[in-house]
């Protein structure tokens, strides 16, 4: 079986960079897709980065107990981990790796325990988090406020994970990762 490494961070933190890069080494990591009803960004496919629902499907499915954790970021905007997404990598011996947000984070931490390991990325600081989101493209002047505003608060979580890396340069977080997530698969 395999164990589950659980990375959250405030968006802009580098979460993604290091994930992707993690996802090239030699560690058997599969990563886990989650469930959003938010509308595809720019390239991505359904399958690929989330599995696109409606808001109704997705309330369907926190019916019928299928997810693992779920979160309604705000009016009809769903994020969650399907259960049987996550049990059927992990029973093909993968090791699953997640991008979920610091609440979500917690909570698969919790439900796993000794089998995954919880790393929380951390900026050098809020205006280091402000440049790179602006620096990043991907988003209007008014969603990178909002972003920095729930900083604040997912900042306060990082004491609640097992391990904090501090992103300031790059690849030193990144051999920092792959040290820290080696040993705890070697385990
Ligand atoms: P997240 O997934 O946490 O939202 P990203 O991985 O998308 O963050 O990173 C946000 C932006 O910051 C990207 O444009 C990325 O290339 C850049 N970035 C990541 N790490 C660093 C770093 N250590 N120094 C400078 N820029 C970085
Ligand atoms: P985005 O819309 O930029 O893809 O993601 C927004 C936020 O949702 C990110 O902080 C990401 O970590 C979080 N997220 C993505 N998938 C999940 C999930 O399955 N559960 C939870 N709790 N958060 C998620």
Known sequence: MGKLIIFSAPSGSGKSTIINYLLKQNLNLAFSISATSRAPRGTEQNGVEYFFLTPDEFRQKIADGEFLEYEEVYTDRFYGTL?????????????????????????????????????????????????????????????????????????????????????????????????????????
């Open 83 to 187: 259960k049987s997404q996550v049990e059927k990598q992990l029973s093909e011996g993968q090791n699953v790796i997640f991008d979920v947000d610091v609440v979500g984070g917690c909570n698969i931490k919790k439900f796993y325990g000794d089998r995954a390991l919880s790393v929380f990325i951390q900026p050098p600081s809020v205006e280091e988090l402000r440049k790179r989101l602006n620096g990043r493209g991907t988003d209007t002047p008014e969603v990178i406020e909002s972003r920095i505003a729930k900083a604040e608060f997912e900042l306060s979580y990082a004491d609640k994970f097992d391990v904090v890396i501090v992103n300031d340069e790059l690849e030193k977080a990144q051999a920092e990762a792959l040290e820290i997530i080696s040993n705890f698969l070697k385990k």
